[in-house]
């Protein structure tokens, strides 16, 4: 927290008026705000430091360290190196440890420049990085090393410091989506249950979380795992009661029955799970939630995201099975 106040507090200095500003021989305008009694950086020295690199003109951050793991960086003058790396070498070399520096680039002279290394352009105009305008980093050297021997120490700490940040981060933004999850499913538990109060309809609850409501139980084996069921079916949209698909009604083209290997994975889970409360002859509904059919994706143009589904379903054969080709209703595909 220390090192980001110092470095927002030089960046408001620097950033306080426009005058008082260097160039570089590069061509980069620069402003230097001097610390006390730091170590004078050199040529080949490795510098760690804190960075935040911004379109100040658009309110827009591209880089922050803080909080993160700092940069380090080798000051190295060479002319085969990039353009960024040679101009803040330049600038600083004429720094010491705890200046803060603010270095202004053309965003021109980024979208020109050439990596040499590489044969690549170093930037590309973009909606963020555009034709006259500037990018502005601002650093605060926090030390300096004289070869990798003395970087190293710090170096393994920083990483392990981040590799320790971004497993709690992982672990806090996993949470988060478990948390946000469980109250979407809630949210459509209660759909699919206030729908059901409303209409007076009366279902068994799964232990998975469909809603099944027997019309008609047909005969024995009731959805057996394993057994290969023969069933009609209508999907339909609980929202608005719009099909989207049948075997059952011509106009989609498909007016067969569908093979099913009941527990074989073939069909959307909820629908799977409604089967196994049909024998043969047996006729229903099952009201499944969006996380047990199409999920965030949907299905097509015709099964919205997030769409909680109906099925008007009738077993019209259920027998053990060697195999069976399956496929999910409402995918558009037809078993012959």
């Known amino acids: 927290m220390r090192n980001l106040v110092v470095l927002i507090a030089g960046a408001l200095i620097l950033g306080s008026c426009n005058s008082g500003y260097e160039k570089t021989k ?5 402003k230097i705000v001097e610390s006390k009694g730091g170590k004078l950086i050199k040529l080949k020295d490795i510098v760690r430091m ?14 922050n360290t803080h909080g993160q793991m700092p940069s380090y960086m080798g000051i190295d003058t060479a002319r ?50 555009q034709r006259g ?28 410091k981040e590799n320790q940040r971004r497993t709690v981060e992982r672990k806090a933004a996993q949470e ?20 059901l109060q409303k209409n007076n309809i009366k279902t068994v609850k799964t232990p998975l979380g469909v809603y099944v409501e027997v019309q008609q139980a047909g005969t024995p084996p009731i959805g057996q795992v394993g057994a290969k069921a023969e069933v009609n079916y209508t999907g339909r949209l609980l929202k608005d009661g719009k099909a989207f698909d ?22 959307i889970p909820g629908f ?58 409402g995918d558009g595909h037809t078993d012959h």
């Open 26 to 30: 590069s061509g980069a305008r620069f």
């Open 50 to 63: 804190d960075q935040v690199i911004l379109i100040p003109e658009r309110d827009t951050i591209l880089y």
């Open 80 to 129: 085969n190196l990039e353009y960024v790396q040679y101009t803040l070498s330049e600038v600083l070399m004429r720094s010491k440890v705890g200046d803060s520096v603010v270095v202004v680039f053309s965003s021109d002279s980024l979208a020109m420049r050439t990596n040499p290394q590489t044969g690549k352009r170093e930037a590309m105009y973009n909606d963020v990085l």
């Open 133 to 160: 305008g500037f990018v502005t980093m601002r650093i605060r050297v926090n030390k300096s090393y004289a070869n990798d021997a003395e970087v190293g120490p710090d170096l393994a700490l920083d990483r392990e």
């Open 176 to 195: 988060k989506w478990m948390k946000e999850m469980q109250e979407k499913h809630q949210a459509e538990i209660r759909e699919i249950e206030a729908y």
């Open 246 to 267: 049948s075997n059952v009604d011509p106009s989609f083209e498909h007016p067969f029955p569908m093979g099913v290997v009941i527990g074989g994975g073939g069909v």
């Open 272 to 329: 799977d799970d409604g089967l196994r409360y049909f024998g043969k002859g047996g006729r229903g509904r099952i009201f499944i939630p969006s996380y047990l059919g199409y999920g965030e994706e949907g299905s097509k143009d015709r099964i919205p995201p997030n769409a909680t589904l109906i099925f008007e379903v009738e077993m019209k054969n259920i027998a053990p099975a060697d195999a069976a080709g399956t496929h999910s209703p």
